[in-house]
């Protein structure tokens, strides 16, 4: 399983994505720059994968707390039409 980082979006400015990052167990090929759903406590939201391939000493304290992403979208819709496709493998 990867561990990685994102962003999630600006609830003010739809498709900018600022803040600070959240980290994320995966099972999804994903890289740098893709837009991912992220389960929060608060319902779930959209991000930007902004690292891959964390190292596990790295989460060692919030490992517990972690969450998994399981969907990737496909970002050239998101970013330029506003549409929510899921992509499939």
Known sequence: ????????????????????????FTEQNVSVGDIVIAPTKYGEKIAK?????????EIENIRPFMRKITKKLNKDRYINFNEILEEVA
């Open 1 to 24: 399983m990867n561990i990685i980082t994102v962003k999630y979006e600006d609830d003010f400015f739809p498709r900018t994505f600022n803040g600070r990052d959240y980290s994320y």
């Open 49 to 57: 994968v902004t690292r891959v391939n964390i190292q596990e000493k």
